[in-house]
Structures are given as structure tokens and as C-alpha cells.
């Protein structure tokens, strides 16, 4: 089984604010680097830099943020193209979701994801044979 980890699991393993989810988070990020069994895409990747270096309580500087994206880019990282935005966009339309959670559902079922790890999306729902788990809900 692939999964697809959104961008809060690389948030969290580096926001020490709730370390619950933080160590939750970390687990999933060594596990998938470990045994390759998870993908990303190039807006999980941005979306991380923007966030852990603004947005959390204790920002990293761009420079630790800039090595933790080269740690991640060990999993597959998925590329926008324009094929993935038409995705995006149908998905959004057919779904109800937001283009932006779009992009990251079709980048999962591009890379042959059969789950979305993600606290932002609706846990249970399968969209396009993906399905959403949110890992900090017991």
C-alpha cells in the first residue's frame, strides 16, 4: 500500500506546539523514508517551506527548512503539470473540494496512492478510489 501524505504530517513532525501529533507525524515521515512506501508532490513540498517558516509558534529559518525539503524529496515527489491541474479541477468540480485539496488527490491516485494521510480532508471518504485517513484521529 502507497500512501500520499499531505502536507500537515510534514508540518507537524516539525511544529513542536502539539506534540502528540508531532510524534505521530514523525513516525509517519521516518516510516515512509524508511520502507518507500509514501509519496508527495511538489505543493506539499512548497506548502511545507511557507508554513514551517512563517506560521508555526517556533519558525525554522529557511535554511533548516530548506534541508528538511531535501530529506523528503528521498520519497517520490509528484510534479504539477498541466494534466494534474485538468485533475485538480474535475475533481473539484465532481467532489466539492477545493482545487488546492484537488491537486492533492489527484496527485495521490497519479502516483497509484491508495490513501491520503491528511488532518485537512474528510476522513473515510474515497474520492476517485483514494482514500482520506486522518492518522491523529484514535
Known amino acids: 500500500m502507497t500512501d500520499f501524505l499531505d502536507t500537515n504530517i510534514l508540518v507537524y513532525a516539525y511544529d513542536s506546539n502539539d ?3 508531532q510524534q505521530i507525524a514523525r513516525q509517519l515521515l521516518e516510516n515512509a523514508i524508511i520502507e518507500e512506501n509514501a509519496a508527495i508532490s511538489a505543493q506539499v513540498l512548497g506548502e511545507f517551506f511557507v508554513v514551517v517558516t512563517r506560521k508555526i509558534a517556533v519558525p525554522l529559518t529557511s535554511e ?11 520519497l517520490p515527489v509528484i510534479e504539477i503539470d498541466g494534466e494534474l491541474v485538468d485533475s485538480a479541477v474535475d475533481i473539484h468540480q465532481r467532489y466539492g473540494v477545493s482545487y488546492w485539496d484537488g491537486l ?22 474515497k474520492i476517485d478510489g483514494v482514500e482520506i485517513v486522518n492518522p491523529f484521529v484514535q
Do not use: W
Open 104 to 125: 492533492i488527490i489527484a496527485a495521490a491516485r497519479q502516483h497509484g496512492c491508495n490513501r491520503v494521510l491528511s488532518e485537512d480532508l474528510q476522513a473515510g471518504q
Open 64 to 74: 533548516e527548512a530548506g534541508q528538511l525539503l531535501a530529506i523528503f524529496r528521498k
Open 19 to 21: 506534540q502528540g501529533k
